[in-house]
């Protein structure tokens, strides 16, 4: 699965132990810190201008010791990547996309054959110059089996890896399959970036792209540096270094926020006792990405009673997202109305069916499942899933529905749980556009496909959707597509949620969204 | 006397078998697929059946173990399957680092305890005793995460003296480690002392009650010299045995303290290899952990021998 559990997968480590123990931490904190009313969270990060220079220092859950910097790898190292290398075509703030190396891109008339005008002058940390056959090699890197990219999934039905043309040094041409009028979107995703051609054996380890820094040193696992690169095409970066160290436990990272050892804390989407203490600190404070996480209450729907159809929309009708948002996010984030594409995406359809429990309690007697009892696994994988999991549980309670929650092994709930259990909790990143999101989630046969709902009407529309030229006629029918899932998909999505980011009281310039973050503008005061 | 150790070498010995036995067992038992949890999730099938051939998993377990054991006798660990790089020389490396907190805590635990304990008897009941007592007790119930917690808190955070977390990788050196050592090592000795201090008193209140000492005491030797050259080496000898127990404890115990601090040490190491289901290095840690117990015990028993001429003689008189 692509993006999805990235950071979780990382700050697994030993949930029993440090959820107990960042549990132990917050108390003793709050307590310590004579906080005896919860001071309220900051809504977000502190503006104002950085001073030029300075390190920033990040700490990071750490992955395997088997990552690599090779962008195109399930095992990349995430939080290195949008330094060192850029892509074609990134997203932007409002969500629509942005140029990065591609400058533009058109179609042709089908949208079956695009072709990407590639920025002129840009120099890779080695000294060349970015040239389209670099562009061609990243995608034929990606797409060759030794790879083993997630994301060759998505871009293989796409695009045979032979038929790429380079007409000059600054003109990619990509012949499609299938006509697909979305078709840049796909490639902001993170295995996407560029690197240059022939790289493919060193790349892991030399880290070398045309992004705002170059690399000093990594090691798998365990700490980096990478430092400002002067001839970047965009201008230098703010900041003169950033050092990467990687913490494992949760409580720890915080605590070495709070005693001024690192400057923020990424991938940790902090639990909301730690970020009071965070907050309450005189050192750090916290910043939000909003609508960061789209959760996720799957229901196989492979496996009875969510065969029938009736039921799953019972489930749905049957418990209230505001609810959830209120108890689980105690108000940090939105209530998602079972529609997975979150309200920052422009294709996002604002029209939801309410919270009816008596509707509901209707269907599930059509269905013969009157007093429906079910399991809903969660862990302590993510600090909201119990939350969530409970909310869920009570709400649902109106409409006769009983819930049992049970709770998993957290180091092992993505091989024995995901996928496999009938109702459990799960995340993913927001960030991804609409197309991605559709066909990798919710298209029949897609390998990530967590409901194993097939419906060929659904991704006959999807087909339709992609080649449709017209983007008003585009944007309805990628409506009508989120309209198809929340009446007869598997999975009920109660909201998305807010990250909440520890970031020290130094730290200006602070930008995130979806996989983005802005290493160009982000700065210390007083560095 | 001989028939004695060499009993107790050929008792350890095999408890050693056993538990490398059982470690295998239960490491074959952890849930999740093995090439899955190692390739994480985003893993094509195809790399997983490929890592399932590599790993030989479909050979059958006794072979499986008989390799495996065959290799560790020779120090021989195998491969990690995830850093590809040899088992023994990680192990070695974190073993290093977590061997430099356990000589800090026990010098911190042993002294500090075993003072306080002789303390605590030579006052039995008045306040010195209760406090000394007291104060033991919560060092006992409290867990060493809310220790190590409170150390951070107000050594690290309060009153920047420590650092709060270790930011260095595990080829750290002994001087980037040292200023990092002395607040797990302090969480783990609070725990660990609070046995010894409790052993100790307990041994000083009996040797003091006993005939000898009342003896010396009448011969009319100071109190500071009774205590020294009588009653402490026949109080330090049960304390023994809590020592070597505790010092085998800390194999484990270190591994949450070690997480709280991001100190890079066996204890992390297993815990990422478990995530990561690292067989090879798991299998490994969990021996060397057996074996440092057993051989912590061993230690202690003959140690106790040596110090105890009832024992010594006990087998020439048989």
């Not at chain 1, 703010?238 to 990687?246: G, K």
Request: proline share 6%; charged share 20%.
């Amino acid at each position: 699965m692509p993006d999805i559990h990235h950071p979780g997968r990382r700050s697994v480590l030993a949930a029993a132990a440090a959820g107990s123990a960042s549990l132990g931490a917050s108390w003793l904190l709050t307590g310590c810190t004579g906080a005896s009313a919860a001071p309220a969270l900051p809504e977000g990060a502190k503006a104002g201008t950085p001073d030029r220079g300075g390190t920033l220092r990040i700490a990071r859950p750490p992955a395997s010791e088997a990552e690599t910097l090779d962008p195109a790898s399930a095992l990349s190292a995430y939080e290195y990547l949008g330094a060192l290398y850029n892509r074609l075509v990134r997203i932007g703030g409002d969500g629509d996309l942005a140029p990065d190396l591609a400058e533009s891109w058109e179609p042709d008339a089908k949208a079956r054959t695009w072709t990407f005008r590639i920025r002129k002058g840009v120099a890779f940390h080695d000294g060349r110059e970015l040239t389209s056959a670099d562009a061609a090699y990243t995608l034929r890197h990606i797409l060759a089996k030794e790879t083993a990219s997630p994301q060759a999934a998505v871009l293989a039905p796409l695009i045979d890896p032979a038929k790429l043309r380079t007409p000059d040094a600054h003109t990619l041409v990509v012949p499609l399959k299938s006509p697909n009028a979305e078709f840049p979107s796909l490639l902001t995703h993170y295995n996407c970036y560029v690197i240059p051609d022939g790289s493919a054996r060193g790349i892991g380890r030399t880290g070398i792209g045309t992004g705002p820094f170059k690399l000093e040193s990594f090691a798998p696992a365990g700490p980096g540096r990478i430092t400002a690169f002067k001839d970047h095409w965009a201008g230098r970066p703010v900041l003169d270094a950033i050092d990467f160290y990687s913490v494992a436990d949760m409580s720890a990272r915080s605590n070495a926020l709070l005693a001024g050892q690192v400057d923020l804390l990424s991938q940790t989407n902090l639990d909301f006792a730690t970020a009071r203490v965070v907050a309450a600190s005189d050192r750090a404070t916290i910043a939000r990405v909003e609508n960061a996480q789209w959760y996720v209450l799957p229901m196989l729907t492979t496996e009875k009673p969510f065969t029938d159809v009736r039921v799953r929309q019972a489930m749905k009708l049957a418990y209230d997202p505001e609810h959830v948002v209120k108890v689980a996010l105690q108000g940090a984030g939105t209530p998602g109305w079972d529609n997975p594409v979150p309200p920052s995406d422009p294709a996002h359809l604002g029209a939801h069916p309410k919270h009816d429990p008596e509707q509901a309690r209707h269907l599930l007697k059509k269905a013969g499942q009157e007093g429906l009892t079910v399991d809903l696994y969660t862990s302590s994988y993510d600090p909201i899933f119990t939350p969530m999991a409970l909310a869920y549980q009570d709400s649902a309670k109106r409409a006769g529905i009983r819930v049992r929650v049970k709770t998993a092994s957290a180091d092992s709930y993505y091989t024995q749980i995901w996928m496999k259990k009938p109702l459990m909790a799960t995340y993913w990143y927001t960030g991804r556009p609409v197309d991605q999101l559709f066909t990798q989630v919710f298209r029949g046969g897609s390998s990530y496909n967590e409901t194993a709902w097939s419906d060929k009407a659904f991704d006959a529309l999807l087909d339709r959707a992609r080649q449709e030229t017209d983007d008003e006629r585009r944007r309805e029918l990628y409506g009508e597509a989120q309209t198809f899932v929340v009446e007869k998909g598997g999975a009920m999505t109660p909201m998305f949620a807010d990250r909440l980011v520890g970031i020290s009281r130094k730290v200006r310039g602070y930008a995130e969204h979806g996989f983005e973050f802005d290493y160009l503008g982000i700065g210390l005061k007083g560095a | 006397m001989l028939s004695f150790i060499a009993r107790r070498v050929l008792a350890a010995v095999g408890t050693l078998v056993l538990s490398s036995v059982l470690v295998f067992l239960a490491v074959q038992a952890l849930p999740g697929d093995v090439a899955t949890q190692v390739l994480g999730k985003d893993a094509t099938p195809d790399a997983v059946a490929a890592l399932r051939e590599k790993l030989e998993l479909d050979q059958p377990a006794w072979e499986r173990y008989a390799d495996w054991i065959g290799g560790a006798v020779h120090g021989d660990f195998g491969l990690s399957l995830v850093s590809g790089k040899a088992v023994g020389g990680e192990v070695s490396m974190y073993l290093g680092n977590s061997a430099l907190i356990a000589l800090v805590t026990v010098l911190f635990a042993v002294t500090g305890s075993i003072v306080l304990g002789i303390v605590a008897g030579l006052y039995r009941d008045r306040w010195p005793d209760h406090l000394i007592s007291t104060v033991s007790l919560i060092g006992m119930s409290v867990p060493e995460f809310v220790v190590a917690t409170v150390l951070v808190l107000c050594f690290s955070v309060a009153l920047p003296l420590f650092p709060a977390v270790v930011l260095y990788g595990p080829e750290a050196t002994v001087g980037q480690l040292m200023p990092a050592v002395w607040l797990p090592a302090l969480a783990l000795a609070v725990v660990m002392a609070a046995y010894i201090v409790r052993m100790a008193r307990t041994s000083v209140i009996d040797v003091m009650a006993g005939e000898y000492v009342t003896t010396a005491r009448l011969k009319g030797l100071s109190t500071w010299r009774v205590v020294t050259r009588h009653a402490l080496p026949s109080a330090l000898l049960p304390t023994l045995h809590v020592i070597a127990l505790n010092v085998a404890w800390l194999a484990g115990g270190v591994a949450v303290v070690e997480n709280v601090f991001n100190y890079p040490g066996i204890g992390k190491l297993m815990l990422a290899s478990v995530q990561n289901r690292d067989l090879p290095v798991i299998q490994a840690i969990a021996l060397i952990s057996a074996l440092v117990y057993v051989v912590c015990n061993l230690a202690a028993d003959l140690g106790a021998m040596a110090l105890n001429p009832k024992l010594r003689t006990r087998g020439r008189t048989r």
